[in-house]
């Protein structure tokens, strides 16, 4: 089988030519605590959660999973009274199961919830290798419970909650979805995963093609997933909750939209994932953008791949939210 990879959007690689001395491909274990502690990390806590004033923003501790730490979530309502009970965004952020905090990625859900007069609701879960699974999912379906329990004193509505995130976000909202219909937990709306880090395996023809290249690559989606589970890491006994591509029933799931970049490793795991639940009898819309690395839309947002995927992104939940 060929290892040539497809190419990279010409936008597009001229922003990964620009930013190749602050992302590499790699992301070797020993690297976590140096990236944990870089100047992108940082600047997640000077972003303006408020979009200039459009939303009052607060941090609210809530109770966490059953013998483990409350869990912090960032709560972002329009300052505006709301007409009707506002849909809520359930955001679960990305950082390859090791990096990030709530506000990591979160002007993405603000940008939808300024357009369609929603609540965001971002969740700080635990970061492995410290705290390795079931910690992350746990803390995430407890955020999800908290903010479906409490919607009404937000001014949301229980019954119209989209969980949303992007990469390790993406993978764990997927579990979320799978969590919740098993322990028949709160209604979901919808999951909107992008670019989500399903397959815990890294072995797919996508996998090692892009080794080396792009945006998170074989080796750092190893660190990932190894932080995570250890040695059980591409074994046989992964669970469904862990990596959401080794679930064996994806029947009674919300709709999904699943999107991903055709240059990059997690390609060919989420078109895989999208085929298995229309095949189950799910429904779900698939974006593959072509010559899109990992998360180029966050990268390069200007690039007209980046406008295209966010306008697809928004024009789902639209529909989603007028039914």
């Known amino acids: 089988m060929s290892q040539v990879p497809p190419p990279f959007d010409p936008e597009l690689a001229a922003a990964l030519e620009l930013i190749k001395d602050l992302v590499s491909p790699g992301l070797a274990p020993d690297d976590i605590e140096e990236v944990r502690q870089g100047p992108g990390m940082r ?5 303006d959660v408020t979009m200039d004033g459009f939303f009052e923003a607060e941090e609210r501790t809530v109770p966490g999973p059953e013998g483990a730490p409350e869990i ?67 803390d995430v379906y407890a955020g999800l419970v908290w903010t479906a329990e ?71 989606n190893e660190t990932g997933w190894t932080a995570l589970l250890g040695a059980r890491r591409g074994g046989p006994d992964v669970p469904e909750y862990a990596a959401p591509a080794r679930a064996t029933d994806l029947t009674g799931l919300p709709p999904a939209f699943l999107d991903v970049g055709s240059a990059e490793t ?44 966010r306008a697809a992104q928004l024009r789902w939940l639209r529909r989603l939210l007028a039914d």
């Open 72 to 138: 912090s979530l960032l709560i972002c309502r329009p300052a505006t009274e709301p007409a009707r009970p506002r849909p809520v965004v359930y955001h679960v952020h990305g950082g390859g199961l090791v990096l990030g905090t709530n506000r990591a990625g979160v002007d993405v859900p603000l940008a939808w919830a300024r357009e369609l007069d929603a609540v965001v609701v971002s969740v700080e879960y635990r970061l492995a290798p410290e705290h390795p699974y079931p910690a992350q999912i746990e």
């Open 43 to 47: 600047l997640l806590s000077e972003l």
């Open 150 to 220: 409490h919607a009404r004193e937000l001014g949301a509505d229980p019954e119209r909650i989209v969980v949303a995130g992007s990469s390790a976000g993406g993978g764990l909202c997927a579990a979320l979805a799978l969590l919740t219909r098993d322990r028949k937990g709160p209604r979901m709306l919808g999951q909107l995963l992008m670019c989500p880090m399903l397959d815990d395996r890294n072995d797919t023809p996508s996998a090692h093609q892009m080794a080396g290249l792009g945006i998170w690559d074989h080796q750092a």
């Open 266 to 309: 997690f390609r060919d795991e989420v078109v895989t994932y999208a085929s298995r639940i229309w095949q189950a009898g799910g429904v779900a819309e698939l974006h593959v953008w072509p010559g899109g690395f990992h998360g180029f839309d966050g990268f390069a947002p200007q690039a007209a791949l980046s406008h295209a995927a």
